[in-house]
């Protein structure tokens, strides 16, 4: 499963290598062109059947939130500061991968034992966190993990029957569906995907990418906020997991075009795949950056509700993720210049 | 222009879903066009054809309003709403909103809150359009409305929801419908999803690459009880920004709307403007820069369902853009 891969490797804002040779890999025989841009996103062009002439871009985040190495105390330990949304309360006591060489650490904690009350009742910041990668020394420590070195979770893809966990489904999900859409037949348009860099830092890879790409329309895949756990007020959730893809109207990135969300909830209902509408005014993502690129390009966003995003283990559910690849591969097909 | 106004203002168009206002705006000004398009996101421009002598001017105003969006419907039908653009949530309490087709909402109140004496929250409000269940809800998440007002003339006094921005719409169509003869290519730009981040403005500035650009849009005031300081008022004149939260008006549009002004005898009042921007801080920054200034129809209580505007403001308004236009 490429979600498995792609959810293990290594890939904090800024330092997508390790799943951009994944992407690569996934995806070079099934394009008639493939490229890396100066960011370092993955554009990889798929030919249509000529019979419509369109441009369409296809979006997903490579890059994951993390941590980065930013100093040492005398005994070996190391600072760090969140690459991206990273919530503190999730992380001591957590397994980390350090550097490309993936130096297990782990974020120092206090034995309950020695907790104060008061202490125990507060959330730590980042700022008083240390990771122990085991060095003895300041020296040692700074020659393993030179400062400005990336860390990410130490999470395993696993497969819980239904549902999988694992790290980075925000947007390793996104990626994953990608890499199944250019691995099918081919479009009426032509389709342009791309795998993007520092979305979690402010959606940078996306808006040169879609500077580049020039698309008549843009669909941003996506891993998105599921928060359909226990809660005391009838006043939400965001989305719901196994209830189907997630169609974005309004988030505070952008607003989507109403046509590609007509085009997404009809072929749905024509078809009967579930789906839902994300509780608008929430997050933002790769279409904010994309919508505004030059003259502008209709845009919406579409998203597998991952519970737990953002934190050491995500979870999805394969039943969402299915209908999320067999909704855009019908829309798309249903796609003309008069959507 | 009060029949145009009042048709303008009335008109559902949440920023995001502008296609009824743009509809309207289309009809009035197709017959007058030399050329029409609507661009990616949305935005409607009007080419007028000049004589080859002048600029490539941009005359924007946006059309889309303030609203809401329905977020989530509860089990007993009531539905929990996001806002699109600044809306106040002290203006929300008791106020009617219609959906695009035609529900009317309600906003109520939770009555069980910690300090009643504070504004409230987003969270704490609600819309009730009547229904008893989420199955009979008529609004779906998703859905967006806009406030429901009547439009009134009072005296010189024009107040309606949606002023801003419908009053500079008004004050483009007028002047399109006006002008003669013009040296300068002018587009007329009707944008769209202004009030969420000058998203329309930006693209629309992009494809059509202009050597000028002016924001026609509404400015706050400094002539009612207790308010915070600012030198403009209602019926003193259009006013000429010079500068606002998002943008210093280049010192040349400024000056040149300051001596149209001045050589037609139309008052005016120059503007600083603390919080808020306009449509013109977009356009400024778009590929390799733009000119831009902005002509502002000063504004009572922008943001609320009654907004107030002088009518011999905004007569003065397109007066003066004609001046603009005029000559080279």
């Keep these: ?339 | 222009m009060r029949e145009l106004i009042h048709k303008l203002v009335e008109t559902y168009g949440p920023s995001g879903a502008e296609e009824q206002i743009r509809a309207v705006i289309r009809t009035e000004v197709e017959p007058l066009a030399d050329e029409l398009r609507v661009d990616p996101l949305g935005s409607l421009i009007v080419h007028k054809q000049g004589s080859n002598e002048g600029k490539r001017i941009v005359l924007a105003a946006h059309m889309d309003e303030i609203g809401v969006m329905v977020t989530y419907v509860d089990e007993k039908g009531f539905a929990r709403f996001t806002r699109i653009g600044g809306v106040n949530p002290l203006t929300c309490v008791g106020a009617r909103v219609a959906f695009a087709d035609g529900t009317v909402g309600v906003i109520g109140i939770e009555e069980k809150r910690d300090d009643t004496s504070k504004a409230p929250k987003f969270e704490q409000l609600y819309i009730d359009t009547g229904a008893t269940s989420r199955d009979e809800c008529p609004v779906h998440v998703g859905d967006a409305a806009t406030f429901v007002r009547p439009f009134v003339a009072q005296g010189t006094r024009l107040i309606a929801k949606a002023l801003d921005d419908r009053i500079g719409c008004a004050v483009l169509i007028e002047t399109l419908r006006r002008l003669e003869r013009t040296p300068h290519d002018v587009y007329f730009v009707f944008s769209v999803q202004e009030e969420v981040g000058l998203r329309g403005a930006r693209t629309s500035a992009y494809g059509i690459e202009p050597d000028l650009a002016i924001a026609v849009d509404v400015t706050g005031t400094g002539d009612t009880p207790e308010c915070a300081p600012m030198a403009v008022a209602l019926g003193k004149g259009p006013a000429v920004k010079v500068q606002d939260r998002g943008m210093i008006a280049h010192p040349a549009v400024r000056d040149l709307l300051v001596q149209r002004a001045q050589e037609a005898h139309i008052p005016y009042q120059l503007e600083v403007l603390e919080r808020g921007t306009t449509d013109a801080a977009a356009m400024q920054l778009v590929r390799a820069g733009v000119p831009s200034g902005c002509l502002s129809i000063p504004c009572r209580y922008i943001h609320s369902p009654s907004e107030m505007v002088d009518e011999g403001d905004v007569r003065n308004s397109v007066q003066l853009l004609l001046e603009v236009l005029r000559t080279a």
């Design chain 1, 1 to 339: 499963m490429i979600l498995r891969e792609l959810s293990e490797a290594f890939g904090v804002s800024g330092k997508e290598d390790d799943v951009r040779a994944v992407v690569l890999d996934a995806v070079r025989e099934y394009v008639d062109e493939v490229k890396v841009d100066t960011m370092g996103s993955v554009l990889a062009f798929k030919r249509g059947t000529g019979q419509q002439r369109m441009r369409v871009m296809l979006d997903a985040h490579m890059d994951e939130v993390g941590l980065m190495v930013v100093g040492y105390d005398n005994d070996g330990f190391l600072w760090i500061r969140a690459v991206g949304g990273i919530d503190p309360r999730l992380l001591p006591g957590t397994l980390l991968q350090v550097g490309p060489e993936r130096i297990p650490g782990v974020i120092g904690v206090k034995p309950i034992h020695l907790l104060k009350k008061e202490e125990g009742e507060k959330v730590p910041k980042l700022e008083d966190l240390v990771v122990d990668i085991g060095t003895k020394s300041k020296d040692e420590a700074k020659k393993l993990a030179p400062l400005g070195t990336y860390a990410t979770f130490a999470t395993e893809f696993r497969e819980l029957g239904p549902t999988v966990s694992g790290k980075a489904f925000d947007d390793r999900a996104g990626c994953a569906v990608l890499v199944e859409l250019l691995r099918g037949e081919r479009f009426r348009f032509d389709l342009h995907a791309a795998f993007t860099v520092q979305e979690e830092v402010g959606l940078r890879g996306a808006r040169v990418a879609a500077y580049g790409i020039e698309p008549d329309c843009a669909f941003a895949l996506e891993g998105t906020i599921a928060d359909d756990i226990p809660r005391d007020k009838d006043v939400s959730p965001t989305t719901e997991l196994g209830k189907g893809p997630a169609i974005t109207v309004m988030d505070r990135s952008f607003i989507a075009d109403r046509r590609l969300v007509r085009l997404l909830t009809g072929t749905a209902e024509e078809l009967g795949i579930p789906h839902q509408i994300k509780q608008p005014g929430i997050g933002g993502t790769d279409a904010g950056a994309i919508h505004l690129t030059r003259e502008g390009v209709p845009s919406v966003t579409v998203a597998v509700p991952c519970r737990y995003i953002h934190s050491p283990v995500a979870l999805l559910s394969l039943d969402d993720f299915n209908n999320t690849v067999r909704l855009m591969r019908e829309s798309l097909s249903r796609l003309t210049r008069r959507t």
